[in-house]
């Protein structure tokens, strides 16, 4: 599969769940797909990485390992995070978290990590913290999704700031494993990958 051919399937996947969610017959059966559609553009994400070489095992296993650890401690103990849980809705899940919460942490990781590597390519320090930002931010987005559809839920409703500075701590954590691993390995769609997500959730905020 293609660059081009990857891309037009993220921008079609994301302007389908636009139209299903704004249309109040349909959210409930989106709502329902949403980690079926987080494996696909995962998977359109690291369709380069199909040869499934050592480095890209090594960094999908430990960075899953310690995004799931981290939400597990999250979940259960209350820690790093603040005090939420999860619903249902997103599928199969071990110790309260769903397993495609640890794939969702691998793809944000790899995607902000390309980013940032294209705008400071060459100061590793800073672009370990750009892609910091960038994970924070792009939680910052998603929160107000997830609530609004149940997808989890935070104790009295409110999200702690807690909540961003521990996913800035953890992203920092995870971009030095991708840095260590990868090195300047490039992906061409890692861009559209959070372009589609970030409009996305910004059409539906108005909605």
Avoid at 56 to 63: A, E, W
Avoid at 94 to 105: A, K
Avoid at 148 to 170: A, C, H, R, T
Wanted: hydrophobic residues 55%; aromatic residues 18%.
């Amino acid at each position: 599969m293609s660059a081009n051919v990857r891309i037009i399937v993220l921008f079609v996947l994301h302007i389908v769940g636009i139209i299903g969610f704004c249309l109040s017959q349909y959210q409930s059966l989106f709502v329902k797909i949403t980690p079926i559609h987080l494996v696909i553009i995962s998977v359109v994400l690291f369709w380069e990485n199909t040869t499934l070489d050592w480095k890209f095992l090594l960094f999908f296993i430990v960075c899953f390992a310690l995004g799931f650890g981290a939400e597990v401690l999250g979940v259960n103990k209350h820690l790093i995070f603040g005090n939420y849980t999860y619903s249902s809705v997103l599928g199969y899940s071990f110790m309260g978290v769903p397993c495609v919460i640890g794939l969702l942490w691998v793809s944000t990781t790899y995607a902000c990590n390309q980013i940032s590597m294209t705008l400071f390519p060459h100061t590793q320090w800073i672009s370990i913290l750009a892609a910091a930002l960038l994970m924070t931010g792009f939680d910052f987005m998603i929160e107000p999704f997830a609530v609004k559809y149940g997808l989890w839920s935070w104790q009295n409703g409110i999200i702690p700031d807690l909540n961003y500075y521990s996913w800035f701590g953890v992203g920092l954590i995870v971009s030095i494993l991708y840095h260590k691993v990868f090195g300047n390995k490039s992906n061409a769609i890692s861009s559209y990958f959070l372009l589609t997500q970030i409009v996305f959730f910004i059409v539906l905020k108005k909605f």
